[in-house]
């Protein structure tokens, strides 16, 4: 792995952790869509590493359908949880302070721009 990449999957995970703190997003909004546009994953390999990191959780069983059908990326999934938990942290210390109704707006404006991207990205 080059330092490159390593320092995207931080990004991911700093950023999916700040806004799940901060609107309650993360797995398939952010890094679902940072892992391919960013890392060029397929959208397969991209659900099974979001999945992965999210194992604890939520997605044991459908984690292992990915790991066997070969669409898992371990690696990935443990850098981007571990600077998500960080990012989780100073996300939601920063929502807490705000007034609810920015952190919507915060929130619908995320949502638009990450639905634009897949709608109009090949």
Do not use: C, W
């Amino acid at each position: 792995m080059t330092a490159s990449t390593f320092a995207i999957l931080v990004g991911i995970g700093l950023l999916a952790g700040i806004l799940s703190g901060f609107v309650g997003i993360g797995g398939g909004v952010i890094i679902v869509p940072a892992l391919v546009f960013l890392l060029g994953l397929s959208q397969h390999d991209a659900q099974g590493t979001s999945l992965a990191l999210m194992l604890p959780p939520i997605g044991i069983l459908a984690v292992m359908n990915y790991y066997k059908s070969g669409n898992l990326n371990i690696t990935y999934a443990i850098i981007v949880a571990a600077t998500f938990i960080i990012g989780g942290y100073f996300g939601s210390k920063l929502s807490l302070k705000l007034e609810p109704a920015l952190v919507k707006r915060v929130f619908g404006i995320i949502m638009l721009l990450v639905s634009l991207k897949i709608i109009f990205t090949k």
